[in-house]
Nanobody, 122 residues
């Protein structure tokens, strides 16, 4: 069984910063990509940032230069440092991990956290 748990959301004023963390635990053999997605009220879920096991990153244009994704492979953890936050960044942020386990021959699957609320006030 695998768990993906996010933490670090909250309420912040525009221009402020927050750091999200996400840890995957359980019967994991290896993790490929990890990423952060967000869903604002009335909108579809969108990719915010992703990072491969080798450290290659990708960002949605609206956060490039403000957000930084990183990961600690030894801890199966991914982080999202969010700076210069804007009201339009308000959303529920979800962590995703593409992983397999418990065996080397297990298939990769997508695992999601429960989400953490980020609210940016103007």
């Amino acid at each position: 069984q695998v768990q993906v748990v996010e933490s670090g959301g909250g309420l912040v004023q525009a221009g402020g910063s927050l750091r999200l963390s996400c840890a995957a635990s359980g019967s994991i053999f290896s993790i490929n990509a990890m990423g952060w997605y967000r869903q604002a009220p009335g909108k579809q879920r969108e990719m915010v940032a992703t990072i491969t096991s080798g450290g290659s990153t990708d960002y949605i244009d609206s956060v490039a230069g403000r957000f930084t994704i990183s990961r600690d492979n030894a801890k199966n953890t991914v982080y999202l440092q969010m700076n210069s936050l804007k009201p339009e960044d308000t959303a529920v942020y979800y962590c995703n991990a593409e992983l397999k386990g418990p065996y080397y021959y297990s298939d990769y699957g997508d695992y999601w956290g429960q989400g953490t609320q980020v609210t940016v006030s103007s």
